[in-house]
């Protein structure tokens, strides 16, 4: 069974840091592009960041970028999203997902807000 359980999200002031993790299973994590999604209040889920399968190119949304890093681990199945700079329009429920791959997880709740 196909699995992505994210964590680390909480509250952060503006201009905080918070680090996300994405731990999967079910498959052969080290074979596939990885990417990143957030979903607002009232909004429709959108695209943040994609890794490739070994790490070596990385994708960005506009919105996020310069401020967002995303890395993996592939020796733990886990890919990583630090979030820097951290704005109240970043607030979301994010989430982590191979493409074609099972469903989406309960994703990891980030607040901005002073």
């Known amino acids: 069974q196909v699995l992505f359980v994210e964590s680390g999200g909480g509250l952060v002031q503006p201009g905080g840091s918070l680090r996300l993790s994405c731990a999967a299973s079910?498959?052969?994590?080290?074979?596939?592009?990885i990417d990143w999604y957030r979903q607002a209040p009232g909004k429709e889920r959108e695209w943040v960041a994609g890794?490739?399968?070994?790490?070596?190119?990385?994708n960005y949304a506009d919105s996020v970028k310069g401020r967002f890093t995303i890395s993996r681990d592939n020796a733990k199945n886990t890919v990583f999203l630090q979030m820097n700079s951290l704005k109240p329009e970043d607030t979301a429920v994010y989430y982590c997902?191979?493409?074609?791959?099972?469903?989406w997880g309960q994703g990891t709740q980030v607040t901005v807000s002073s």
């Open positions: 890794i490739t399968s070994r790490g070596i190119h990385t």
């Open positions: 997902k191979a493409s074609g791959l099972g469903s």
């Open positions: 079910g498959f052969t994590f080290n074979q596939y592009y």
